[in-house]
């Protein structure tokens, strides 16, 4: 089973709440949303450079969208009303209200007075996300579209409509605990599809409040990392982009920009982002996070450390202690990571934020192999927040891990259903080939062709989706397209997490001299996976470094003997043969 990301998104997650990458094939984790990030210097960041403008190549002083391409007075016409109301809400669907468990199709009236159709239960959700897993698998041009498309239905009726609904409804604080407040009281304390709501009905009544925007395009980003909906980041871009357009450069809507970035897995853009907003505020919880992020998952560890104690000096709270404890993680320091999160946990004042920080400690516990410690997290978190899904998916690791396999596949099926992203899916998939029982084997093609679906729609929402494939494609699909893929991530970003991807898939297609630098840079940092160790082992077995692939297995399997159930498997499967051949 694939270990549980960092995203974001712990992120979130991914997107921007830490979360390693999704996890994907044996255990690897694949990017998701990591803790987001810190700041090294408020102005001029090393190396940044001039940043983009916003909504990605628009001017300034304009709004992204075409129809915005007038003058600021002619804003207040019925006409300029209603191309406001389209951007507020751009789907006229929203899920069924509370109570309505049977998502019976019955039609009610919208928040603007038209007819809306009531979404589907998460009974019906299951039951399209596996009609069109079914879809996918009938070849691979077919399936991508058709996956793609099908996954966007389900979700837009579904988790992800406008407004969300009992499902989809997550707190302010729980969907950006790692990234700050989402500004002004309109969105704290409530739900965030309420949120969401007012701050449309706000806007509508004052199209020229630029905080209004940001706060908008804030909240977008979070509703698709806790959602796992990538076509909310073209929403939260055009919010954000008509905040620049009324207020050029206000160190709000900049500081989303870097959030919307880093979700999107452009760390390079989050990173410049993040620098001018830290020029115009150099206290901006949300920039200084985003900025730890960035340079987190660009693999510049020593400049995240630096950001890190930073953000710590600026704006110390669980949004920067989670992210100071996981730089510290990377680099082997586990114990003052554990001392970290423990006192950041004492000072949790929400169910939000505890939620969030027992699922880290459940995290860290996982990755050292104590199950029992993790569970105990885990069910902390889930009692201040029952629906807390990082911790649902921590859970259902550690109940795999535990022997708890119809525990496990319960409670990864609760999550897939709500966010079907990846790690997820791939780990559910892995526990069902683990079980084999009659119809398992149709069932794990069904998750895996779910990550393809997954992938199509957040390549169309702008999302650099290449580390998740290389791990799901080496292990789950097509060779050859998770060596392209892993490339094409490590041409961008040198982490610990992409330089493993890229290892294991070169190691896939029969390059496994190639793969062994890399394995051996997955690992140099002193951080503590299973899952790269086993990978690191496998690939000197190939290599015929006997000793030292018996020490990398033996390693792996004494960190977390339950890392993986198939990786796990095969690891114990190597070593036999290695003691054998001796």
Known sequence: MAPPTHDSAREGEQGTTPSAPAASGHGKTPDAPRPPGRDVEPAGARGEGPAPEPGHGTEPGRAPEPEDEHRPGDRHGPEAA??????LEPEAGRPAADGDEAGDGERRPSPGGGPVPAGPSPARRAAALRRFAAAGRRGRGPRLAACAVLLAVAMTAGTVAVGGGRDAGRSVADAAPAAGALTPGLLAGGELGAGIRSLQARLR??????????????????????????????????????????EPGNEQAL???????????????????????LRQNPYSERALCSRIDALVELGRYDEAAEAAATADRRRPGVPVFTRYAYVRELRGDVRTAREVLERALDSAATPADVAYVATA???????????????????????????????????ARA?????????????????????????????????????????????????????????????????????DTALAAADHGDAGEALRAARAEWDRRHSVHTADALAWALHVNGRDREALSYARR?????????????????????????????????????????????????????????????
């Open 82 to 87: 209603g191309r406001v109301a389209a951007e």
């Open 205 to 246: 009544a004052q199209p020229r409040d630029f905080g209004g925007w940001a706060t908008l395009g804030i909240a977008y980003v979070e509703q698709a990392r806790t959602q796992g909906d990538p076509s909310r980041y073209p929403q939260a871009e055009r919010a954000l982009g008509r905040s620049l357009a009324l």
């Open 255 to 277: 500081a989303g920009q870097a959030a919307l970035a880093a979700a999107r897995h452009d760390f390079t853009g989050a990173l410049r982002y993040a620098g001018r907003a």
């Open 361 to 395: 400690l459940g995290q860290l516990a996982w990755n050292g192999g104590d199950h029992e410690t993790a569970l105990r997290h885990y069910a902390r978190a889930l009692a201040a927040d029952e629906d807390h899904l990082p911790a649902l998916e921590g859970r």
């Open 399 to 467: 109940q795999a891990a535990s022997g708890d396999r119809a525990g496990a596949v319960e409670t990864l099926e609760r999550v897939v259903v709500r966010s079907p992203l990846p790690g997820p899916l791939v780990a559910l998939g892995e526990l069902y080939e683990d079980r084999d029982a009659d119809g398992d084997r149709a069932r794990a093609r069904d998750q895996y062709a779910l990550v393809d679906a997954w992938t199509a729609l957040a390549r169309a929402g702008g999302v650099d989706a290449d580390l």
């Open 522 to 582: 997955a690992t140099a940092t002193g951080y503590r996976s299973a899952v790269f160790l086993y990978h690191r082992g496998v690939i000197e077995k190939a290599t015929g470094r006997d000793r030292a692939a018996r020490d990398s297995l033996t390693a792996a399997l004494e960190l977390n003997p339950g890392f993986s159930p198939l990786g796990a498997r095969a690891a114990r499967a190597a070593l036999k043969d290695l003691e054998e051949a001796r």
